[in-house]
């Protein structure tokens, strides 16, 4: 994730031995180094430690709250506000229609960002219409086509025409006759010169007037997102900021300096390839994440928007301790659609902190798809009764699924920790109904 390398920092603060102030200090450092190697602006780097190492060393923590607990609190505080404050970005149109017009230049997702952004607001309930007006890049038009049946949303293009700013004019006219609410432009994003590029995204603002220009800009685009984001700017004023590839990447920073550059809110990021990875960017949550504080909230519109397939049967099931293997397999199946396990973990308070940092989901994945291929070598009655699995079965259904017999372990290792659990709630549950039953004295 962007930025990972400060969760580590604030790690080795939390763990350090040293007086404070020389801790301070140290972290402070750190943190300028990961900063910089993420590619934020020098010049707002600086001023963001300068900020976080005064007030650690002159303001005294609420009655308490150590002072390391305070620090937490400080650079959360100040990395909110360089990520655009507590506020949420308003991403309703305020009224209808409402055209948008995005910019960028070309490798940064523009494309696919335009079919994300309109399947984004078809799920809110919008009527939305892609208009395919970058005319320089061959096959442009296919692929938003193509991304648009995928989304089940309408492109509006004018194949063999080079003029774009016709096109844009042509496509938003076609949907604002037939009432659609919201039309999203998807312009070049290269020509020759960079002097045509930005002529053209200006003649395409003039005509359309579009009510929203957003830039869409790269995770990974470095220092020189300042120096685009600024040029721009002042063709056609930025109100928003798109950034993509946000879940690929080790640095982020000068896409997010780029905020500096136009004064535009980050409206949302993507955070991966498919459709729906496209997620409303709410600072308070995004640094969260980096500082490994948690994101109970994050975690559970995840699963909300996936809609895992969880019954409350299974539920009564897993705490009466009626554990099998099916109940194991809707497990992973739900883990895999929720994501990397590394990601999910990340918004689990308290994990973030202590989860080792030499985690490749790339294993976890594999690990898991082992999983899954064993369950499925199960004959019913093992999926239902898993504990007659003894070595011989273990063979047979090792084989099946093309694994080792140490892997099949592995996985009746995961079960019986699944019965220990649910063992332990079952108890406390009981424990519960004793005590609202009154049959046990306390006194």
Do not use: C
């Amino acid at each position: 994730m962007v930025l990972e390398g400060v969760r580590a920092a604030l790690s080795r603060f939390l763990r350090s031995d040293k007086e404070y102030r020389r801790a301070v200090a140290d972290f402070v450092k750190e943190l300028q180094k990961e900063l910089i190697r993420a590619d934020v602006n020098i010049r707002v780097v600086f001023q963001l430690t300068k900020r976080i190492k005064e007030r650690a060393l002159q303001e005294e923590p609420p009655p308490g709250v150590s002072r390391k607990d305070w620090l937490i609190t400080i650079v959360y505080e100040e990395l909110t506000k360089l990520f655009g404050g507590e506020k949420t970005p308003e991403i309703h149109p305020p009224r209808k229609p409402w055209v948008i017009m995005l910019v960028g230049l070309q490798g940064s997702g523009k494309t696919t960002t335009a079919a994300k952004l309109a399947y984004y607001y078809k799920l809110e309930g919008y009527r939305v219409g892609l208009v395919a007006a970058d005319t320089y890049r061959p096959a442009a038009y296919q692929q938003l086509k193509q991304l648009g049946e995928k989304a089940g949303v309408p492109v509006y293009g004018e194949p063999g025409v080079d003029d774009a700013v016709a096109i844009a004019e042509h496509g938003t006219r076609f949907f604002l006759e037939k009432g659609f609410d919201i039309i999203i432009i998807d312009t070049a994003g290269r020509h020759h010169r960079e002097e045509d590029l930005l002529r053209e995204m200006r003649e395409i603002a003039d005509k359309v007037k579009p009510d929203e220009i957003i830039l869409v800009i790269d995770a990974a685009i470095g220092q020189q997102a300042y120096s685009i984001a600024e040029k721009f700017h002042k063709t056609t004023p930025v109100g928003s900021i798109i950034i993509t590839k946000l879940d690929g990447t080790a640095k982020g920073g000068g896409a997010l300096s780029a905020v500096a550059a136009t004064g535009a809110t980050i409206k949302f990021v993507g955070t991966g390839e498919k459709i729906d990875e496209l997620e409303v960017f709410k600072p308070p949550r995004f640094v969260a994440r980096i500082l490994g504080i948690g994101d109970i909230e994050g975690l559970v519109e995840r699963i909300r928007r996936v809609k895992i397939e969880f019954t409350e049967k299974d539920v009564e099931d897993f705490v009466a301790g009626r554990i099998t293997m099916r109940l194991v397999y809707k497990q992973l199946v739900s883990l895999r659609k929720l994501g990397p396990l590394r990601k999910i973990l990340s918004m689990i308070p308290g994990i973030g902190l202590n989860m080792p940092f030499d985690i490749d989901p790339r294993q976890v994945e594999k690990k898991m798809k082992k999983w899954t291929a064993i369950i499925n070598s199960m004959t019913y009655y093992e999926l239902d009764h898993p504990d007659v699995i003894d070595r011989r079965r273990m063979k047979r259904i090792a084989r099946g699924a093309g694994v080792r017999v140490e892997d099949v372990k592995e996985l009746m290792m995961q079960y019986h920790a699944m019965k220990k659990l649910s063992k332990q709630l079952r108890r406390r549950k009981d424990l519960l109904e004793k005590l609202q039953a009154g049959r046990i004295d306390l006194r």
